[in-house]
């Protein structure tokens, strides 16, 4: 019974730690998972671990990371703690968080070193914000078997956990059909929250697959469109904060058949990661960078190559720039990103092609649509109608200080406004 105790009040505890984290210090997680290294059977560099070229690699890599305003990162540690503490302080000293992905906590003889048996300092590096544990369990049974691993960690350690969960079979399907995956479409991910009582729910969605985008969805693949997603993830388990993972990798890049996973462009990459922030996600973690030797794979793509650098599009943009401006963002803007809440209101508008949500600053009590083009092909105008009542005589953008064109008639303000290809705005309305 102590036990148990003592487990629940470290949940509450990770639970305001996370959320004091980011509010006090508006840390807004942008970031990727570091796969460069020790998985070296994927990647064969002509070093090893723990040299003098391997730390110039991990230093090199973090101005990576810092030039495009990456400043959160999923590491693993490795067998030996001074190479951990190397790559941790490496982190801390340029201000960029952590979220520990420790192996099997109960294998003491895990070849990567895990927290589970005695309190290991490591652990508890001040660069360290979260753990993160397995990735897309599919059974009760191995929920059953994550749950034990949580309750092995959160004895010892008060930061939260996450696990990764398949977002593209997660609600009711759209179409009310079957998907046609391997292995059985149920979503487990309600099960699995509930089961781990997770803090922050954590999710991929790749969407960008063969011939399909954002509007025209792969229904076979994926129980209900992204942006559907997006706003099924906001509400989804106890108003827990959810955090995304979207996808900086391809399988091929022409929009066909064989590009299974598509690499996306720049403005694909743009309307992907706005949608989940227009619905309040809290988090960007994009998978990842980089892991593969392209010699082997060449036809898989990252956002940045074995070298670090950065991979052309099929349209000739450069995807990991625009990932990088959209991490400018978050960080000029984390204040209001991790609060802003959507209204209780709607408002009618045009153009299905265009999302538009209306939200709300819980602080300043102010009004703002988020609206995302998701045709990444197209331009497209846009616009919708405010009331009356709620006497709206301005729309600023506040990424761009875009001042929208608004019209006061008998129906109230309209406010049209146009969006290139993938582009989208966060309007303040006053």
């Known amino acids: 019974m102590k036990y148990k105790a003592t487990k629940t009040i470290l949940s509450i505890i990770a639970l305001i730690t996370y959320t004091s984290l980011c509010t006090a210090n508006q840390h807004f997680p942008f970031g990727v998972f570091d796969k460069s290294d020790p998985y070296q059977k994927f990647d064969k560099k002509d070093y090893h671990v723990g040299s003098a070229k391997w730390m110039t690699y991990r230093q090199e890599f973090v101005k990576k990371l ?87 960690i959160e004895k010892h350690y008060d930061k939260p956990i996450v696990t990764a969960m398949i977002g593209e079979l997660m609600g009711e399907s759209s179409t009310g059909k079957a998907l046609n995956v391997k292995g059985d479409d149920k979503d487990i991910a309600i099960a699995a929250w509930r089961t781990l009582d997770s803090k922050i729910l954590f999710a991929r969605h790749y969407p960008y697959r063969r011939q399909y985008d954002l509007v025209n969805w792969y229904k076979e693949k994926m129980k209900m469109p992204f942006h559907e997603w997006c706003a099924y993830m906001e509400t989804a388990y106890k108003g827990r904060p959810w955090w995304y993972i979207p996808q900086l990798f391809g399988k091929g890049k022409n929009k066909s058949k064989k590009s299974y996973w598509r690499f996306p462009t720049s403005n694909e990459t743009n309307a992907l990661i706005h949608t989940a922030l227009a619905n309040g996600a809290r988090g960007i973690i994009g998978w990842g960078i980089p892991t593969y030797d392209y010699t082997k794979k060449p036809s898989r793509k990252m956002f940045l190559d074995e070298n670090l ?31 802003h809440k959507k209204a209780n209101i709607q408002f009618k508008g045009t153009n299905n092609e265009v999302l538009k949500i209306t939200r709300t600053d819980p602080k300043t009590k102010k009004l703002y649509m988020y609206t995302v083009n998701l045709n990444t092909e197209k331009t497209n105008i846009a616009s919708f109608i405010i009331p009356e009542p709620f006497n709206i005589t301005h729309a600023v953008d506040v990424y761009s200080n875009k001042q929208l064109n608004t019209t006061i008639n008998t129906k109230g303000t309209e406010i049209v406004y146009k969006l290139t290809p993938g582009e989208a705005f966060f309007v303040q309305l006053d």
């Open 66 to 152: 810092k030039k495009y305003n990456i400043n959160t990162v999923i590491n693993t540690p490795y067998k030996n703690d001074n190479h951990t503490r190397f790559v941790l302080d490496t982190f801390y000293n340029n201000n960029i968080k952590v979220i520990f992905q420790p192996g099997n906590p109960f294998n003491k003889k895990s070849s990567i070193s895990s927290p589970g048996y005695t309190v290991d300092s490591v652990y508890q590096h001040p660069s360290i914000i979260a753990y993160k544990l397995w990735d897309e369990p599919k059974t009760l049974e191995k929920l059953n078997k994550l749950k034990r691993w949580y309750g092995l």
């Open 309 to 339: 650098t950065p991979e052309v599009a099929r349209d000739g943009s450069i995807p990991m720039n625009q990932y990088g401006e959209i991490g400018r963002l978050t960080k000029d803007h984390a204040d209001l990103l991790l609060r």
